[in-house]
């Protein structure tokens, strides 16, 4: 027998956050696109320089498969408010508190009995200097989470598909993560 989430616990769990929105999404719909990864390579800093970015997370094959493994997830979004969305130093801070959610999620289901894969925003930015240059193993792999970019996949195409808001306007920002979960 298939061990299905009890949506009445999950929403009553998911309720004492500010979450925005979610959708708990068959991931057999989730589109991983190469055109991200060429971003990522191109255009982030980031690349190359995190076991949470490419290349350190695997090919975009190895990635679908990854995903693959996982039947379920949990799409949501979190709201943040900001001075001035120019002000990227203020912008990201507001990021650790979407991250503390999303954790808070990942643990709920894991104390449900799934087995969980967290995808979730930007990059890892757990330790000062990341050991993935230096060929050395990941100092926190149980709390480093891939940015759901460095999958290939695309947060506003689920974001549409999904009837969900993606830009509230003002100087608000929302944060996006998926939480992957399978039956263990």
């Known amino acids: 027998m298939i061990k299905q989430l009890d949506m009445g616990k999950f929403e009553e769990y998911i309720s004492q956050f500010p979450v925005y929105e979610y959708r708990i999404l068959d991931t057999k719909g989730i589109q991983v696109r190469e055109r991200v990864r060429t971003i990522c390579s191109q255009e982030c800093e980031r690349f190359g320089t995190t076991?949470?970015?490419?290349?350190?997370?695997?090919?975009?094959?190895?990635?679908r498969d990854r995903i693959s493994r996982y039947p379920q997830?949990?799409?949501?979004?979190?709201?943040?408010?900001?001075?001035?969305?120019?002000?990227?130093?203020?912008?990201?801070?507001?990021?650790h508190q979407h991250e503390k959610i999303t954790e808070e999620i990942a643990s709920f289901l894991q104390e449900q009995g799934f087995s969980v894969f967290t995808l979730s925003t930007e990059s890892c930015d757990i330790c000062q200097e990341c050991t993935f240059p230096q060929g050395k193993p990941c100092r926190h792999?149980?709390?480093?989470?891939?940015?759901?970019?460095?999958?290939?996949?695309?947060?506003?195409?689920?974001?549409e598909e999904q009837q969900m808001e993606y830009n509230l306007g003002g100087n608000t920002i929302l944060w996006f993560s998926m939480v992957l979960f399978r039956q263990e």
């Open 51 to 63: 076991w949470a970015c490419p290349p350190a997370v695997g090919s975009l094959e190895q990635c």
């Open 73 to 95: 997830a949990v799409f949501f979004s979190s709201v943040a408010e900001v001075s001035d969305l120019m002000n990227m130093e203020e912008m990201l801070s507001t990021r």
């Open 141 to 159: 792999p149980e709390k480093m989470h891939p940015c759901l970019e460095s999958h290939g996949v695309v947060a506003a195409e689920i974001v």
